[in-house]
C-alpha cells in the first residue's frame, strides 16, 4: 500500500476502468497528476476483465472465491453476460439472480458509499458486486469530485468511486489522439478528487485491467473444431471451449494445432491446479468455465459472433501479458 495512506483519517478510492500500468508509464507526460502520486504496479486477477477485477476489489476475493470470474460465463446451461446480466439479449435476473450467483456482500458488509453513473447504480452487475453498498449516482463526470466531497464532509471514513472513461475509448478508438485526450480528462479529475480531500484525507488511484491494440487480428476457429464446441464464453483474449459429450481430448488437440502459435492453451482442471484463479475454486464455480482455455500472449482475439457487440473492438484485454495484468496502486494526500 503506497505509504500516502498510513495512518489517513479517511479514504478515497477511485477505480479508473481499463487504465493499465504500462499504457500510463508510456504516457505519464500526458497524465502529470496521475503520474506525481506515491506507489507503482500491481498485478490485477484472471482474466483481466472488468466483471471478474472489480468483484475482487470490492470483496476482496479471489475469482474462485466470488464466482464472476469471467465476462461471459455458465449460468443455468446457458451463457451469460457478466456485465449484462444477459443471455442473447434477454435479462437472467430473475432466473440466475445476482445475489445468489455471487452471495458474499461488497467492503466486508459495510455500507460504503459507491460514486459511479447513475445507469449503474441498481443494475443486476452493481447488486453482483456492490451487494450492501450505498449507491451514489452521478450524471456527468464533474458531478463525481462534488459528491465524493460530500460524503467526505458527511463524516464517511471511505468511499469508493468508478470512472469508465478510459476503458471505453480504448476499446472504441484504441491508443492515439482520443486515447490520449481521455487519459488528460482523468487526470484533471484525479487532480479535482486531490482538491476536495480534507486535510489527513487520502485518494487512492488503481483500475481492474489494462489493453492490448488487437485491431482487426481476429481469428476465426475453423470448422472442424467448432464441430467439437457445444458453446464459447469468456471473451476474445481468454476464450473458453465447452467440448461436445467425449471430446475434450480431442478438442484440446485441435485446438493446441490451431492456436498454439498465438496463445496458451489449457484444459480447465490445469488452470485451476496451477492456481490462476486462486488457491481455492469450489466445483460449483468450476462448472462455470468450459473445458479447453484459449489464452492469448499474442495482440488478437479468438472470434465467438455470440460475443460481439455495436462496434468493433480497437483495444481488447482478458489475457495475462503483463499489459493486460499490471495496473497502478497510486495515492495521494491532502495535507
Not at 498465438?262 to 488452470?271: D, F, K
Amino acid at each position: 500500500m503506497p505509504e500516502p495512506v498510513t495512518g489517513a483519517g479517511q479514504a478515497v478510492l477511485l477505480v479508473l476502468d481499463g487504465l493499465g500500468w504500462e499504457q500510463l508509464q508510456e504516457r505519464r507526460h500526458i497524465a502529470p497528476t496521475i503520474a506525481a502520486l506515491a506507489g507503482g504496479p500491481i498485478t490485477t486477477v484472471a482474466p483481466t476483465t472488468t466483471a471478474t477485477a472489480l468483484s475482487s476489489i470490492t470483496t476482496g476475493l479471489t475469482p474462485g472465491e466470488h464466482g464472476l470470474i469471467g465476462y461471459r460465463i455458465l449460468l443455468g446451461g446457458e451463457v451469460v453476460n457478466v456485465l449484462q446480466w444477459a443471455s442473447n439479449g434477454q435479462s437472467r435476473r430473475r432466473s440466475q439472480p445476482p445475489s445468489e450467483v455471487q452471495r458474499y456482500p461488497a467492503f466486508l458488509g459495510e455500507q460504503i458509499p459507491v460514486v459511479s453513473p447513475f445507469e449503474l447504480c441498481h443494475s443486476a452487475f452493481s447488486e453482483g458486486h456492490l451487494r450492501g453498498a450505498r449507491p451514489v449516482g452521478f450524471r456527468a463526470t464533474s458531478s463525481l469530485a462534488i459528491e465524493v466531497r460530500n460524503e467526505l464532509e458527511a463524516g464517511e471514513r471511505f468511499v469508493y468511486a468508478y470512472y469508465g472513461g478510459v476503458d471505453k475509448i480504448a476499446h472504441e478508438r484504441g491508443f492515439g489522439d482520443y486515447y490520449d485526450a481521455e487519459l488528460r480528462a482523468a487526470d484533471r479529475l484525479v487532480g479535482d478528487l486531490l482538491e476536495v480531500l480534507p486535510p489527513g484525507a487520502a485518494l487512492l488511484v488503481t483500475a481492474d485491467h489494462g489493453q492490448v491494440v488487437v485491431g482487426d487480428n481476429i481469428i476465426a476457429p475453423s470448422a472442424d473444431l467448432l464441430s467439437m464446441v457445444a458453446l464459447q464464453s469468456g471473451e476474445g483474449r481468454f476464450r473458453w471451449l465447452h467440448a461436445r459429450r467425449g471430446a475434450t481430448d480431442e478438442l484440446f488437440d485441435a485446438a493446441c494445432s490451431e492456436f498454439g502459435d498465438t496463445a496458451w492453451v489449457h484444459h480447465r482442471q490445469q488452470i485451476i491446479d496451477d492456481g490462476w484463479f486462486g488457491p481455492s475454486v469450489p466445483p460449483p464455480i468450476a462448472h462455470r468455465l468450459g473445458d479447453i482455455a484459449v489464452v492469448a500472449y499474442q495482440p488478437v482475439s479468438y472470434h465467438d459472433p455470440l460475443d460481439s457487440g455495436p462496434f468493433e473492438l480497437v483495444c481488447r484485454h482478458g489475457s495475462m501479458t503483463s499489459a493486460e495484468m499490471l495496473v497502478p496502486l497510486l495515492a495521494g494526500i491532502r495535507q
